[in-house]
């Protein structure tokens, strides 16, 4: 398992823009997917995106409500998954969470949280309308 730290939440209008940050520790970050979950009030964790790397580069998954808006990238240099947020919607109000697992897979059907076997903290990320 790897230890992971998110940062980057905050208040900002619907609209806006916000980039999360996830580090990880380890020596082997390239062989994870990092996935981006949230969790609003009342309702069960959901996956936004997720990105896996191979030799042939980075690929992404991301769930319909934020195609378009949303884009996961890493950096596998620093150990560091981000998620840029752009046009940014009251109904994104949620805890943001990073996770990572090695052995995930995006080609088979879109991954669940109990896929996934590290988690941050979370950093919550609030839309005013």
């Known amino acids: 398992q790897v230890q992971l730290v998110e940062s980057g939440g905050g208040l900002v209008q619907a609209g806006g823009s916000l980039r999360l940050s996830c580090a990880a520790s380890g020596r082997t970050f390239s062989r994870y997917v990092m996935g981006w979950f949230r969790q609003a009030p009342g309702k069960e964790r959901e996956l936004v995106a997720a990105i896996s790397w191979s030799s042939s580069g980075a690929r992404t998954d991301y769930v319909d409500l934020v195609k378009g808006r949303f884009t996961i990238s890493r950096d596998n240099a620093k150990n560091t998954v981000y998620l840029q947020m752009n046009s940014l919607k009251p109904e994104d109000t949620a805890v943001y969470y990073c996770?990572?697992?090695?052995?995930?897979?995006?080609?088979?059907?879109?991954?669940?949280?109990?896929?996934?076997?590290?988690w941050g903290q979370g950093t919550q990320v609030t839309v005013s309308s």
């Open positions: 996770a990572a697992d090695q052995f995930v897979s995006l080609t088979a059907g879109t991954p669940r949280a109990g896929n996934f076997g590290s």
